[in-house]
């Protein structure tokens, strides 16, 4: 879009959610769409059914897989990196502050005998991630509202602060 203000367009956002909380809670969305049920190595996944996009899913090598598409664990560090990268521009327009560059990378280690039911002292899931954000701002840009990017941008982005605090996951399952 280029040059959005994201304080004019979340201003009645802001007077819309003050006189009517309720409104603010949104719902996000993906389902699977595996083209071959019988193809245990690959899938799709939807983000925002309806959109027109869908990500090829393969399955990780370490783990018997082909990795010839991005995995589970590639999705999820892709989320966190676009959460960040896009809670760093919105409260970069915020705050005034014009960025020259930002790049956001996401790392995630897992040990996968978990995952493979080898060793039941190893947690299954990413032992840890890190985000690393690297931002350019304007030369002569303070660094006290550098500062406050950073801590606003951490706080606010909804990928960062679920995975710091996890919430409950119902998977219910229909067999038919």
Do not use: K, W
């Not at 783990?63 to 989320?79: K, Q, R, V, Y």
């Amino acid at each position: 879009m280029g040059n959005v203000s994201v304080v004019g367009l979340q201003a009645p956002l802001r007077a819309q959610y003050r006189s009517s909380p309720e409104l603010a809670r949104v719902t996000d969305h993906a389902c699977n769409g595996g083209t071959d049920s019988r193809d245990s190595l690959h899938s799709t996944v939807t983000p925002m059914p309806g959109c027109g996009a869908a990500v090829p899913v393969g399955v990780h090598r370490a783990i018997g897989g082909l990795h010839d598409a991005p995995t589970p664990g590639d999705i999820l560090c892709a989320a966190l990196a676009a959460c960040q990268d896009s809670a760093v521009r919105m409260v970069a327009d915020i705050l005034g502050i014009e960025l020259e560059s930002l790049a956001a990378e996401v790392t995630g280690e897992l040990d996968v005998r978990g995952t493979m039911a080898m060793d039941g002292q190893v947690l299954v899931g990413f032992q840890s991630m890190r985000c690393d954000v690297r931002m350019r701002a304007l030369e002569g840009t303070s660094p006290a509202p550098l500062r406050n990017l950073q801590v606003a941008a951490e706080r606010c982005c909804v990928v960062l602060q679920t995975l710091r605090a996890p919430l409950a996951v119902q998977t219910p399952f229909t067999i038919a």
